[in-house]
């Protein structure tokens, strides 16, 4: 098995134990949900939204226990802070980060998904995890473009707008608290985000995609994955200057 499939059972096994332990709280949200959707974009680090009430200093020590409990998985740094919680856990020779936000609640209701479509790579038995709705995920993926600069980001646009509409609702709440490359938050209206992603859009090279996504997704994307992009770009730009 290769380093980046031996990093994705680690994630898998995480999300497992996650899911055993904190059913209620834990909402899977990123990039492991769009694999569990098929989506063939690697990733190293898996992120959740815990809906509690509970601090994170409780939460945390629960989940050191929880992975302490597992005899080959070993915490090799761990951060409280108030964006959340970061944990860096390591299993023989490979890494995985783990990052957790704590809230309150989230705007729409999650769901419910099975991890079978990659547990069977695996030969593992599937389970039922929560994850966050879609349409919600999507208008915080949209938000994400607009305060950072990864490609990942823009790659996963492009499968959400294959599987879903973006929550209005969502992206009016992050842009009125958008946070671009770590200033101040500020608000933001939906024409101005529509014209922050026309400007980058126009700036996006293929040796963007190639410097980032390379390794991470089919080598076939490097073809047409630019103008992939582009257009997914171009069409929510539409619609926020629809609003």
Known sequence: MDETKERELLLLRLMHLIAGKFRNTAVLK???VLR?????????DVDYVFTTKESRKIIWGQLKKLIEDERDLTIVDAQLNSRGIIVKVKS?????????????????????????????????PGQVI?????????????????????MRDLYD?????GLTSFDKTTLCKRLN?????????????????AQMLRERNLALQKTDLEKELSGLVPSD???????????CINRICRELESL
């Open 221 to 231: 994307f490097m073809v047409g994955g630019l103008n992939m992009m582009k257009n």
């Open 92 to 124: 023989g020779n490979r890494e995985v980060m783990l990052e957790i936000a704590v809230v309150d609640s989230l705007v729409l209701p999650p769901e419910q998904m099975t991890t079978t479509i990659l547990s069977q790579q695996y030969q593992m």
């Open 36 to 44: 569990l959707l098929n989506s063939p974009r690697m990733t190293q």
């Open 30 to 32: 990123g990039g492991m």
């Open 130 to 150: 929560t994850v966050m709705a879609l349409s919600e995920a999507y208008a915080n993926k949209i938000a994400a473009c607009l305060e950072r600069t990864t």
């Open 177 to 193: 608290q958008i946070q671009i490359q770590r200033t101040k938050p500020r608000a933001v209206s939906f024409l101005e985000a």
């Open 157 to 161: 646009l492009t499968i959400y707008q």
